[in-house]
């Protein structure tokens, strides 16, 4: 059973560049959410999908855009970006329940990208 | 504002011995609260979690616990071995926020170290 996969692992941008990221949901999870990790610090929401719209958004600009596809998969899109991008991106994924509150979210193991 | 605190940036624990790993919340909306370690180059395992109706919850030789009335749960490790040396985040969603997503609010880590 394959768990959540990000891709790519490593990536070095320009200030001023557009970068895209990719997540795959573990099986039989169908909601996609974004983190983003500055050193030394925990996880920042950034945005989450749950059939194929975005849900729940955080404290990031509009810079920050996302797509899920129907297969649940996902992508983090950063237009313009900047020094202070520079981070660990982090996808998890979860599954539905209705009714309950036993949601866990699992995570990949991250991009990490430079902003030079 | 940090609405999850974790105000030990680092912990060393003797091998076998109990590691306590701590974390005080703000937001009394939280009620379902998890923990996660992480490795170096690996993105957060899902250790276990709590929700609001109980005050403790236990799996193998993690336990932990929640009190309410003073916003404070704490993670047992007993005993510590080696291989738990990592970063470790507590984590807070509100059941019933205002949106509908499932927002998890992290803590900036506590990194234990166990030693032989």
């Known amino acids: 059973d394959a768990g959540v996969t990000q891709s790519p692992t490593h990536l070095i941008k320009t200030r001023g560049q557009q970068v895209t990221l990719r997540c795959s949901p573990k099986s039989g999870h169908d909601t996609v959410s974004w983190y983003q990790q500055a050193l030394g610090q925990g996880p920042q929401f950034i945005f989450q999908y749950y059939e194929e719209e975005e849900r729940q958004r955080g404290n990031f600009p509009d810079r920050f855009s996302g797509h899920q596809f129907p297969n649940y998969s996902s992508e983090l899109n950063v237009n313009a970006l900047l020094l202070g991008d520079s981070a660990l991106y982090l996808c998890?994924?979860?599954?539905?329940?209705?009714?309950?509150?036993?949601?866990?979210?699992?995570f990949g193991p991250g991009t990490r990208l430079l902003v030079l | 504002d940090q609405q999850v605190k974790q105000n030990s940036p680092s912990l060393s624990v003797q091998e076998g011995r109990i590691s306590i790993l701590n974390c005080d919340y703000t937001?009394?909306?939280?009620?379902?609260f998890l923990w996660y370690k992480k490795y170096p180059a690996e993105g957060p395992t899902f250790l276990i979690s709590i929700s609001s109706i109980k005050d403790k919850n236990e799996d193998g030789r993690f336990t932990v616990f929640l009190n309410k009335s003073a916003k404070h749960l704490s993670l047992h490790i007993v005993p510590s071995q080696p291989g738990d040396s990592a970063v470790y985040f507590c984590a807070a969603r509100s059941l019933y926020s205002d949106n509908y997503g499932q927002n998890f609010v992290f803590g900036p880590g506590t990194r234990l170290s166990v030693l032989p």
């Open positions: 937001n009394s909306m939280f009620d379902y």
């Open positions: 998890a994924s979860s599954r539905q329940y209705e009714g309950t509150d036993q949601e866990t979210q699992y």
